[in-house]
């Protein structure tokens, strides 16, 4: 790929830089909406669709997936939209359902009793108000003051794929921007050298590198600006290296350091907190 | 909508173990202050401070009034605090909060009743006419230690501002404007800050300059106002957990060393900026051109 395409709100994504995979139909991510236009022509009656950007950002797309989506700019306000991945605190539960806290003084999303893995009446999990679940959502509503709903379960097959959703347990929740979070989920996601030319985060596999002798670390992005860590695998040095992933994220997001700079502050933040010799 | 989203179970339990092991989130000693940013507006009075993620704005601002019957001899000082929905999604505007009415006490008492600045120079015909000085704080991010920010910015606001000066001429007041008279400082009398300090894991854990999530994790807070000479102005024990007496006592000397240090800060951002407003006044004034 060439220069990244640069779409402002209202602009169309011209059809050469759609994915050619005539196979799957074409997945839509964040920010971008699909617009029936109708024809200038009066003669040709059926209405043309365009793609238009909600947001700013840079297009990017993956052949294998069929994917298009808009890599944003890292603000801070999350917008749900269906199937993002996204960590969750319950408030509090009615009978049907839990009522989650997806972002700070927003309504609260709905998260049904049984909408995880293998739950039943009897076997479903007692969440209590301030754990935190790692959900889906799953719908988002239409209109204004629509509820948003979550799942921890694929409901075609009954487990909770993606892999690893359901309740956190223990851990740390660190808060980073939005856009941070969605480079952190497609660094995990895409291949490295195509998202190393776009998004040029390299911060995730340096620390696992490093911390592999520790017993590496569990980690979950929400597309909300949440990012779970559990280094409970380290033993004694579980505290030191939850807070060591937690300020190197922060920091990579905030400075937005290049690929060297966060090598470099990795490996400065481990020695600062003993963690490697 | 009134209260801050409260921590999840995970993140309090693990500010307290990381505490535990004297850790903090952020990679601070419990006795370490966030990185302190002073900056100076056009006008004299004008404050952007911040402190971490806490940024606040503050401006003072100087008319001539009226004393009080009852105290013929003194001019008005206040402190003005509103939190709007700029700080924080959890304020909302023109409702007074619990965080507000606190953190005005604190102010009030740290810096206005213990008479940081003095009031009876703001007097200029007895009885008649005096100078009412307001600080207006404005919260414009909001990530814990309201109140040493807010301190720090109302102490810093006061030293650089500068009223017009006001003679009284047979009778009459007279004030010249800034372009007539160079403008006077404020007496200042001490520089009183406040330092919070806040507990943890059964008082056994006590750290200064706790953030939001910090501070919604501990167990209770201890303030105190001290100035640079050790003179104790101000302490209070609000609510939350007991702490020790002795621990009291090694807090005011840590809260000392702290209000030196926070001082010794503002006074380089002072002087730099005094040095800086110099410099630029000169070059106003041997500018060959006048602006018509």
Sequence with gaps: ?277 | MSKEAPLSIAEREFILEALRQDSRLDGRTPDQFRPLKISFGDEYGHVNLELGNTSIIVRISAEVTKPRDERPFDGLFNINLELSAMGSPAWENGRPNDVESYVTHVLDSVIRHSNALDTESLCILKGVSCWSIRADVHVVAYDGNLTDAACIAVMTGLQHFRRPDAVVRDGQVVVYGVEERVPVALNITHKPLSVTFFAFNESKNIIVDATLKEEQASEGELVIGINNGGEMCFMNKFSGATINAREIVTRTSVALEKVKDLNAQIDRAMQADLALRAKRGMAEESRAENDR
């Design chain 1, 1 to 277: 790929m060439a220069s990244p395409l640069v779409l402002l709100p209202g602009d169309e994504v011209p059809s050469r830089h759609l994915p050619s995979n005539k196979s799957n139909p074409l997945k839509l991510g964040p920010g971008l909406r699909l617009l029936s236009q109708p024809s200038s022509t009066s003669q040709n009656a059926q209405s043309q669709h365009v793609l238009t950007a909600t947001q700013a950002g840079i297009v990017t797309t993956d052949a294998k997936r069929n994917t298009v989506s808009l890599l944003s700019f890292p603000n801070r306000r999350y917008i749900p939209t269906v199937n993002d991945l996204i960590i969750a605190q319950i408030h509090h539960s009615s009978v049907d359902y839990f009522h989650c806290m997806v972002t700070p003084h927003t309504a609260h999303a709905l998260l049904g009793q049984l909408s995880f893995e293998g739950a039943s009446k009897k076997t479903r999990p007692m969440l209590r108000q301030g754990d935190l679940v790692y959900a889906r959502v799953l719908s988002i509503g239409l209109g204004a003051g629509a509820e948003v709903e979550l799942t921890c379960v694929n409901p075609a097959t009954g487990k909770s794929e993606p892999g690893g959703l359901g309740p956190l347990n223990g851990g740390m929740v660190f808060d980073v921007s939005t856009g941070m979070a969605a480079r952190l989920l497609r660094a995990s996601s895409s291949s490295s050298e195509q998202n190393e030319s776009i998004d040029g985060l390299v911060v995730l596999s340096e620390l696992g590198k490093k911390l592999e002798s520790l017993g590496g670390f569990e980690i979950a992005v929400g597309r909300n600006g949440k990012v779970w860590i559990d280094c409970s695998n380290a033993g004694e040095s579980a505290v030191k290296a939850t807070i060591a992933i937690g300020r190197c994220l922060q920091t990579v997001d905030e400075k937005g350091l290049g690929p060297a700079d966060q090598k470099k502050f990795v490996t400065r933040i481990l020695r600062e907190m003993k963690l490697v010799s």
